[in-house]
């Protein structure tokens, strides 16, 4: 979830050899408070990656979206699609029920428009807003493996918010990849340098 792309992010993450791709909301809450929109943004090392192609994709319900973009790894040519979405918020019935369908157009509609072939590799990067338990989860992941153990890792946590009298944590943001790809490290949650705030915060985006 991003909102100050063009005017923050971009500029300074090409100074470090990366390049992007922004897709807003259409109906964004901020924007009627006078803010930016804030959207989805998928960012890559350029001297690693040629961007090959991009398919800007809304949801059928909400006003979520989906960026799916082939890359073209530099070095082995090989073609990696990558989906970077954010899906519906709140934690309800109804508003998991708009996610599972969201997660059918991902996986059914979006990725189809771009994957040419099933060797092509997969990488699903996105704020779900659901838990591992959910179904909109459980759907993605009988297609593509979690880059974290969401059934053992009981430290697991992608967001840790207090809000009033209340603090949250929760895993709802999410890796997966294909199969045919091969899973080298990742990084683990800086317990030890999280500062008041928590996470998502200034340092540590979740």
């Not at 989906?66 to 508003?95: D, G, P």
């Not at 708009?98 to 994957?115: A, S």
């Not at 943001?173 to 091969?182: E, G, K």
């Not at 008041?196 to 985006?205: A, F, G, V, W």
């Amino acid at each position: 979830e991003v909102d100050r792309f063009h005017g923050f992010f971009l500029p300074m993450l090409k100074k470090f050899g990366y390049d992007g791709i922004f897709l807003p909301k259409i109906h964004s809450p901020g924007v009627k408070l006078g803010w930016y929109s804030d959207g989805c943004a998928l960012l890559f090392r350029t001297s690693m990656f040629k961007l090959e192609d991009i398919n800007n994709n809304r949801y059928k319900k909400g006003n979520q979206v989906c960026i799916v973009a082939r890359l073209r790894h530099r070095l082995t040519q090989q073609i990696i699609n990558v989906a970077v979405t954010h899906l519906k918020a709140q934690q309800n019935e109804e508003c998991e029920l708009i996610r599972k369908e969201q997660v059918d157009e991902l996986l059914q509609e979006f990725l189809n428009k771009t994957v040419t072939s099933e060797e092509e590799p997969i990488i699903v990067l996105g704020d779900f807003n659901s838990e591992p338990s959910s179904e909109s989860v459980k759907k993605v992941n009988r297609f593509l493996q979690s880059a974290y153990d969401l059934e053992k890792d009981k430290k697991l946590v992608t967001t840790w918010k207090t809000r009033g009298n209340s603090t949250v944590r929760r895993v709802i943001d999410y890796i997966f990849y294909s199969a045919n790809l091969q899973f080298k490290s990742r990084l683990s949650i800086p317990f030890e340098a999280i500062e008041e705030e928590k996470i998502p915060s200034l340092r540590y985006p979740s």
